[in-house]
């Protein structure tokens, strides 16, 4: 790690932390609290993604539905009306419909291939993003001042790292400028977290072997082809699996820092709390 002790870690003026875990546990509220505290740099994985990577996708997406209805088109051709995604920290709505779900397409569902494409979109402007941050910590200092630094991670990070591998591409560069932490969640945490999802849920970029696993297993238990998977139930069906797939993975990558559990998150509301936190998790870490 990059603080050898917990006590360089507090005494620190150049702390840099990079969140990671489930989503929906607290990543991006402790970083816009950190960010509110105007000592940090907030830096947005999935804002990354969104803007500098995935944003011509999503933006030649909804040009393509537009363009199918004749009124749109024609304004669109004669330059008339523009449409562009409303993305931000607070909204990053563009990035989760455009990667979308496989199913029948009167549902909103897209065809497999079409989805896996997305998929695989997606992987690569994540890694991309997340080899991104160094160059972040740089640019937050030097254009900004911001000497404190946060990574807000997608759930999705546990699916593109090998965390037994010393030499992970990924790991290894941002172990080397940031402290990782681990917001560890609980059986209520999960419990909760499957019920909002069953009540809203969204798409997901998933570990190409994973996908491709739990889509020929749905397909055999409901008996159905891909035309006539309703996609909200898939991935409704797929979200506590997806959890159980990703649990051990964060739990192996936590070995590369350190492990807060997410309750003791969830009352943290100033800067000071959160160094005390980390500082205490450094402290116990065997």
Same mark, same amino acid.
């Given at each position: 790690? #990059?603080?050898?002790?917990?006590?360089?870690?507090?005494?620190?003026?150049?702390?840099?932390?990079? =969140?990671? &875990?489930?989503?929906?546990?607290?990543?991006?509220?402790?970083? %816009?609290?950190?960010?509110?505290?105007?000592?940090?740099?907030?830096?947005?994985?999935?804002?990354?993604?969104?803007?500098?990577?995935?944003?011509?996708?999503?933006?030649?997406?909804?040009?393509?539905?537009?363009?199918?209805?004749?009124?749109?088109?024609?304004?669109?051709?004669?330059?008339?009306?523009? =449409? @562009?995604?409303?993305?931000?920290? $607070?909204?990053?709505?563009?990035?989760?419909?455009? !990667?979308?779900?496989? &199913?029948?397409?009167?549902?909103?569902?897209?065809?497999?291939?079409?989805?896996?494409?997305?998929?695989?979109?997606?992987?690569?402007?994540?890694?991309?993003?997340?080899?991104?941050?160094?160059?972040?910590? /740089?640019?937050?200092?030097? #254009?900004?001042?911001?000497?404190?630094?946060?990574? $807000?991670?997608?759930?999705? #990070?546990?699916?593109?790292?090998?965390?037994?591998?010393?030499?992970?591409? #990924?790991?290894?560069?941002?172990?080397?400028?940031?402290?990782?932490?681990?917001?560890? *969640? $609980?059986?209520?945490?999960?419990?909760?977290?499957?019920?909002?999802?069953?009540?809203?849920?969204?798409?997901?970029?998933?570990?190409?072997?994973?996908? *491709?696993?739990?889509? @020929?297993?749905?397909?055999?238990? /409901? /008996?159905? %082809?891909? +035309?006539?998977? +309703?996609?909200?139930?898939?991935?409704?069906?797929?979200?506590?699996?997806?959890?159980?797939?990703?649990?051990?993975?964060?739990?192996?990558?936590?070995?590369? &820092?350190?492990?807060?559990?997410? %309750?003791? !998150?969830?009352?943290?509301?100033?800067?000071? %709390?959160?160094?005390?936190?980390?500082? *205490?998790? !450094?402290?116990?870490?065997?």
């Amino acid at each position: 790690m #990059i603080y050898v002790s917990a006590e360089e870690w507090y005494s620190s003026n150049r702390k840099s932390v990079l =969140i990671f &875990g489930m989503s929906g546990l607290g990543k991006t509220r402790l970083s %816009k609290m950190l960010r509110k505290s105007a000592h940090w740099f907030h830096y947005s994985i999935d804002y990354r993604i969104g803007t500098r990577y995935m944003g011509e996708y999503i933006a030649d997406n909804a040009l393509s539905e537009a363009m199918k209805q004749p009124f749109l088109r024609d304004m669109l051709l004669t330059d008339s009306i523009s =449409i @562009k995604s409303n993305l931000s920290f $607070d909204n990053l709505t563009p990035v989760s419909a455009y !990667i979308g779900k496989p &199913g029948n397409p009167i549902l909103g569902g897209l065809k497999i291939d079409e989805y896996k494409r997305r998929q695989e979109q997606f992987k690569r402007a994540e890694i991309q993003a997340l080899l991104d941050t160094p160059h972040f910590i /740089q640019r937050a200092e030097l #254009i900004y001042g911001y000497t404190h630094f946060v990574c $807000d991670t997608g759930g999705s #990070i546990c699916e593109w790292v090998d965390p037994n591998n010393p030499s992970d591409e #990924i790991l290894s560069k941002l172990s080397k400028h940031m402290l990782l932490i681990w917001l560890k *969640e $609980d059986p209520e945490h999960i419990a909760e977290l499957i019920k909002r999802f069953d009540r809203k849920p969204k798409p997901m970029a998933y570990q190409p072997a994973f996908l *491709e696993r739990v889509w @020929k297993e749905y397909l055999s238990e /409901q /008996q159905c %082809k891909e +035309n006539d998977v +309703n996609p909200d139930n898939f991935i409704r069906w797929t979200y506590s699996r997806a959890l159980a797939h990703r649990q051990p993975r964060y739990e192996k990558m936590a070995k590369w &820092g350190i492990t807060i559990n997410a %309750k003791n !998150i969830h009352d943290c509301e100033d800067e000071a %709390k959160f160094v005390e936190i980390v500082f *205490e998790a !450094i402290k116990s870490k065997k």
